[in-house]
Nanobody, 120 residues
Framework: QVQLVESGGGLVQPGGSLRLSCAAS????????MGWYRQAPGKERELVAR???????NYADSVKDRFTISRDNAKNTVYLQMNSLKPEDTAVYYC??????????????WGQGTRVTVSS
């Protein structure tokens, strides 16, 4: 089995910064893409940012130039640096990963989520 554990959420004032981390553990052969999604109250879950094993990234338009996704392949960990936070960034942030448990089979996994609240 594979587990994704997020950390780093919390309460921050508008304009502030937070750094989220997500560590994958368990039966892992290799990890393809990893990403962050978020779900605000009453809204659907949406993509925030994603990064491939080679480092290619894509971002939601709403977070471009404010958020940066990165990963440490040796640690099976993905990060999300969030700057210039706005109240509309308030949501539960979920880590997601495409994990190969062997050379053939790939499964998609979700973390349990970490809450980010941007408020004065």
């Amino acid at each position: 089995q594979v587990q994704l554990v997020e950390s780093g959420g919390g309460l921050v004032q508008p304009g502030g910064s937070l750094r989220l981390s997500c560590a994958a553990s368990g039966s892992i052969f290799t990890i393809a893409s990893m990403g962050w999604y978020r779900q605000a109250p009453g809204k659907e879950r949406e993509l925030v940012a994603r990064i491939t094993s080679g480092g290619s990234t894509n971002y939601a338009d709403s977070v471009k130039d404010r958020f940066t996704i990165s990963r440490d392949n040796a640690k099976n960990t993905v990060y999300l640096q969030m700057n210039s936070l706005k109240p509309e960034d308030t949501a539960v942030y979920y880590c997601n990963a495409d994990v190969y448990r062997n050379i053939i089979y790939k499964n998609n996994y979700w973390g349990q989520g970490t809450r980010v609240t941007v408020s004065s």
